[in-house]
């Protein structure tokens, strides 16, 4: 992983390509590169930012008409320019290795039998240069080439275990590209005599808006003017092309240092986006056979990772205690692989910002292979693989988050999963008319309720002055509130390095308050609820062992400042939905230590935006 873009063309495609993985570059990344066919193989790979690429690019006077680029996170090889895509083949009687072989070839994903194919294309006599698993397809694909790029590619494809899209040319055929998906996005650009790959429609903004969302399994034969598709099967098959005004993301920072600290303050708008058009609960807010499917089911298992996740685990209080259903929220990554006992009657909710990542459309084949076709995806791309797959949705309206850490797409996820909430609540008789209307008075309440938040940016940079010069961070929550302080632990390690941990307070005194000193501070996130006086006795568990308290608390929660505690005051108590407005200090905090610190808050090492691999 992490972005591919690819073209064939009668015009010079480098600009297209180079600027295609601009456009990728919020997704993160360690290594770039670009090939095209000039009279043979040309290359440039770098890594350092795509701007440099392009300078090589320019310098070395790379052209052509067809080309593939890539932007690399790296998975099997450490990140180095001999790792960087795009690979070449190196076949027997070949010269030294360095020089260009027929093949070349970039790959998202990760082939599992790696190790036995370069064995065995080692014996064969294939020379490799980098530690990838991704150029071994290349050296396969050039061990079964005999004429035809499209047969050696399917042939290869036989042998391939694990996840891949793939985008290949091959000198031989200057004016071909082959692309191939399973288990990693892949989408075909439509031009007037010229066709393009890319693993994300928006790499083509500006390019074309003509856009075919490629299958699992799908093979796609890219020529001047011309394409066609195959399924899993080899079968020819037609997909549609879809006009997709798709964002280049080159969004302005305006008055913004970072994406991150813009999107943050994007949130009062893309709450209010979010929740356009509901003037009533109603089961079609998620599709037309949503009444349906509603009606069938009697429990929810909710999949998804990392931020999504969190929000998944908010959500479990919501759905038990207001529609009073009984509710799993798992770890996609961990629920695929472990022995479990499915009901047919089961509501599969995927929660995921671009609908793509990898371990979370595993988890969803894998309960449908159990049994459970019953599907809801909260996703914030309407193109996207997950909401391709599942029966039901609901859209978020974030935009484009560039900051490779969640925050807008975390908040929208959870006023999605708060109607989700109502609506099966409201179908379970467990909803009163006035109910309802006090629920969604609130909810439009909420984005002047978020703004009212964000005017506390002064008081939480305070508190990034204390936390900038530590290295461990306790962060403690109860109820629907510990997996915000979950997301809050999480934001702070993602952007500012700091080791960061979250508990539910009760649970300090089973072990994590020996950890406690007065050089770890203890962020407690206070709402004014039935947990509160807990709350307040595990708070003195902690300046009983000396630690210092930066409490969140709300204006009515009667927690007052004193030394070793911090108080900053949440303009208003937010009742349910408090776990969307109490995020926002946290991302703040977070962003502000990371800011104090003078770390990459966009792009944060060794994470990507959009993770395609398992």
Known sequence: M????????????????????????????????????????????????????MEQVSSEHIVGGTGIAHTRWATHGAPAVHNAHPHFSHGPG????????????????????????????????????????TEVIAHLVDSLYEGDLFEAVQAALVQLHGAYAIAVFCKDEPHRVVGARAGSPLVLGV?????????????????TDQIVYLEEGDMVDLQLGRYWVVDRNRKPVQRPVKTVQAHSGAAE??????????????????????????????????????????????????????????????????LESIARIP????????????ESVPNPKTLIVTISQSGETADTLAALKHARALGMEHSLTICNVSTSAMVRECKLAYITRAGVEIGVASTKAFTTQLAGLFLLTLTLAQLRGQLTETEEAQHLKAMRHLPSALSAVLALEPQIISWAEDFANKEHALFLGRGMHYPIALEGALKLKEISYIHA???????????????????????????????????????QEVRARGGVLYVLADADSRIESSEGVHVIRMPEHYGTLSPLLHVVPLQLLAYHTALARGTDVDKPRNLAKSVTVE
Request: proline share 4%; with cysteine; charged share 20%.
């Open 191 to 207: 031009g007037k005599d010229e066709n393009f790959l890319a693993s994300d429609a928006m790499a083509l903004a500006g390019v």
């Open 253 to 318: 920072l305006g008055p913004y240092r970072h994406y991150m600290q813009k999107e943050i303050f994007e949130q009062p708008r893309a709450i209010s986006d979010t929740l356009e058009g509901v003037v009533n609960i109603m089961p079609e807010l998620f599709g037309d056979a949503a009444l349906s499917v509603f009606k069938q089911i009697d429990n929810v298992l909710i999949l998804a990772c990392g931020t999504s996740y969190y929000s998944g685990c908010t959500a479990k209080y919501w």
């Open 327 to 338: 509710t799993q929220v798992e770890i996609a990554s961990e629920y695929r692989y472990r």
């Open 94 to 133: 070949e010269a030294a290795p360095a020089a260009p072989g027929r093949i070349a070839l970039v790959h998202n994903g990760i082939i599992e039998n790696h190790d036995e194919l370069r064995a065995q294309l080692k014996a064969r006599g294939y020379r490799f240069t980098s530690q990838t698993d």
């Open 2 to 53: 992490c972005g591919i873009v690819g073209a064939v063309s009668t015009r010079n495609i480098v600009p297209i390509l180079v600027q295609g993985l601009q456009r990728l570059e919020y997704r993160g990344y360690d290594s770039c590169g670009v090939a095209v066919y000039a009279e043979g193989l040309k290359r440039a790979r770098s890594t350092a930012r795509v701007a440099e690429l």
């Open 501 to 539: 941990e979250a508990y539910p307070a009760g649970e300090l005194k089973h072990g994590p308050l020996a950890l406690v000193t007065d050089e770890m501070p203890v962020v407690t996130v206070a709402p004014n609820d039935a947990l509160l006086e807990k709350l307040k006795s595990n708070m």
